[in-house]
């Protein structure tokens, strides 16, 4: 399940519970339809409610994130768990994707 909020200049998506090999394709095609058919400039998605993450879903991220960068908008990924973060990490896309910690979805759309 995933939900959508719209602010001035960015978009949250908020993903929940697993994103593995059976739901990252639904996940794929809404990220993508909100990069190309809104106009802003940030994407933020909302890690808070996702419980694991398998290489299907990290590859769901890459693709946004190349849709994103392609099309000049950013992609930011914030309240990520320790459990979801590893897996960023053993696979170095931390240093790939902008990762936010410790800022909440107030802070973050009151820019």
């Given at each position: 399940?995933?939900?959508?909020?719209?602010?001035?200049?960015?978009?949250?998506?908020?993903?929940?519970?697993?994103?593995?090999?059976?739901?990252?394709?639904?996940?794929?095609?809404?990220?993508?339809?909100?990069?190309?058919?809104?106009?802003?400039?940030?994407?933020?998605?909302?890690?808070?409610?996702?419980?694991?993450?398998?290489s299907a879903g990290l590859m769901v991220f890459v693709s946004?994130?190349?849709l994103a960068q392609q099309l000049g908008k950013q992609l930011i990924l914030f309240g990520i768990s320790p459990s979801v973060r590893i897996v960023f990490e053993l696979t170095q896309l931390d240093r790939v994707f902008e990762i936010l910690d410790g800022q909440s979805l107030v802070e973050l759309t009151a820019a």
């Open positions: 399940m995933h939900s959508t909020l719209t602010y001035s200049r960015q978009v949250v998506v908020q993903p929940s519970g697993d994103i593995n090999v059976n739901n990252a394709e639904s996940l794929q095609k809404q990220l993508a339809a909100t990069v190309t058919a809104i106009e802003y400039s940030h994407l933020l998605v909302d890690m808070t409610g996702v419980k694991s993450l398998d946004t994130l190349t």
